[in-house]
């Protein structure tokens, strides 16, 4: 047998066994829990199920073994052997035993986002609101001082558009205090 014989003997080992990996990879990611829900419809999880399903209910779960088949094959049974394997099906059917976490059916990470989250937008909306007082508060006292400004009775300028300086007459000191009075009374409260 030449080299080339034995190179493509041994290339399609590999891809047998890459295939079979493939394939054992396939079936662990396969749901590892299968109930019936309260209206009735087949659920397929690789999680728990809620707290609110009845152990009846529950078809597989992980470890290879289906829930509600036990409890015929223990009807099944008969003579010495019935009460003891009984004992151990109803136990099986109760679900998990002392030691073990009770399961609530609250993501816990999930929970944890979601006050982050929470917070996370009480914060923002808490700095938006400590920016606009703040603002509030700075036109305020830009309009209060030139209001004080405007009852003195110095002469006060403006610059046009174009770049001219224009001394306010007394209209135009009039529209002034006007324009003040109501930035006054929407940011000082």
Same mark, same amino acid.
């Given at each position: 047998?030449?080299?080339?014989?034995?190179?493509?003997?041994?290339?399609?080992?590999?891809?047998?066994?890459?295939?079979?990996?493939?394939?054992?990879?396939?079936?662990? $990611?396969?749901?590892?829990?299968?109930?019936?829900?309260?209206?009735?419809?087949?659920?397929?999880? /690789?999680?728990?199920?809620?707290?609110?399903?009845?152990?009846?209910?529950?078809?597989?779960?992980?470890?290879?073994?289906?829930?509600?088949?036990?409890?015929?094959?223990?009807?099944?049974?008969?003579?010495?052997? $019935?009460?003891?394997?009984?004992?151990?099906?109803?136990?099986?059917?109760?679900?998990?035993?002392?030691? $073990?976490?009770?399961?609530?059916?609250? /993501?816990?990470?999930?929970?944890?986002?979601?006050?982050?989250?929470?917070?996370?937008?009480?914060?923002?909306?808490?700095?938006?609101?400590?920016?606009?007082?703040?603002?509030?508060? /700075?036109?305020?006292?830009?309009?209060?001082?030139?209001?004080?400004?405007?009852?003195?009775?110095?002469?006060?300028?403006?610059?046009?558009?174009?770049?001219?300086?224009?001394?306010?007459?007394?209209?135009?000191?009039?529209?002034?205090?006007?324009?003040?009075?109501?930035?006054?009374?929407?940011?000082?409260?």
């Amino acid at each position: 047998m030449g080299w080339l014989a034995r190179y493509t003997a041994a290339m399609k080992r590999i891809r047998l066994f890459l295939a079979l990996g493939l394939c054992l990879l396939c079936a662990a $990611a396969q749901a590892q829990w299968q109930w019936v829900d309260k209206d009735g419809r087949k659920v397929f999880s /690789d999680r728990a199920p809620p707290p609110d399903i009845p152990a009846k209910n529950i078809l597989k779960q992980p470890g290879g073994g289906a829930r509600a088949a036990t409890a015929p094959a223990v009807a099944a049974l008969s003579g010495a052997e $019935a009460p003891t394997r009984a004992a151990s099906a109803a136990i099986a059917e109760e679900g998990p035993t002392l030691g $073990a976490p009770k399961l609530t059916g609250v /993501d816990k990470e999930l929970a944890d986002r979601k006050q982050q989250a929470e917070a996370a937008t009480l914060a923002k909306a808490k700095a938006d609101e400590d920016r606009i007082r703040k603002a509030k508060v /700075d036109n305020c006292d830009r309009a209060k001082a030139n209001k004080a400004l405007m009852d003195s009775g110095v002469r006060v300028s403006h610059t046009k558009a174009n770049g001219e300086r224009e001394i306010l007459d007394d209209a135009g000191r009039a529209a002034e205090l006007k324009r003040i009075q109501l930035v006054m009374e929407t940011n000082c409260r």
